[in-house]
């Protein structure tokens, strides 16, 4: 996806106990989930985090759409919040670059502050954290298995981007590449 873009699912539904996602090129996937309800609750995670797409992108705002700005922490405490996944939270005030120059893993601290657990891999809803400087310090909802969807600074905005954007799959350091560590957690037990 060209960054900037408008992004649509041509479907996004539980069917049971499975999340199926029909992408923009037409391509059905199929995630079996423990429940229903965990089915429908994460399709509506990913359903809700697409509307934040084409808000603008500032550290520490709240304030969905197109003359609202956010941030990727706070766009995940919109789309689990109004997806029903957790209640009122706000981690702010935060320094917005403390991956800069601390080591302290706060972005990782507010996630199990809020029951998300670590996980080994992701089904679309759950949140995807790349580390940035010294911490995990981005994080993303994963909404099919080839993309995510983030409050993204190098975009200025919410978009729709491929797990292989370079800024999130790699790390480029005195000339060479290497892949940028990235932690899995989800919302729900299996």
Known sequence: MIVGQPYHHQA??????ELVIVDRLGREERHPCASMLEAE????AVRECLTWVGT?????????????????AMMLVGTYGAAGLIGE????????RWFQH??????????EQLGARETGAALPGDVLVWRFG??????????NAREVCHAYAAAREVTVTGLD???LSTITWRGQDYPRPVRYFTMWGR
């Open 89 to 96: 939270f706000d981690p702010r005030p935060y320094p917005p």
């Open 165 to 167: 954007e370079p800024l």
């Open 102 to 111: 601390s080591s302290e893993e706060r972005f990782l601290a507010c996630l």
């Open 12 to 17: 996004v539904r539980a069917d049971g106990c």
């Open 134 to 143: 010294r911490t995990f310090a981005h994080g993303s909802v994963l909404i």
């Open 41 to 44: 609750q994460r399709a509506s």
């Open 56 to 72: 603008p992108f500032q550290d520490r705002g709240f304030v969905k759409g197109p003359g609202g700005a956010v941030d990727c």
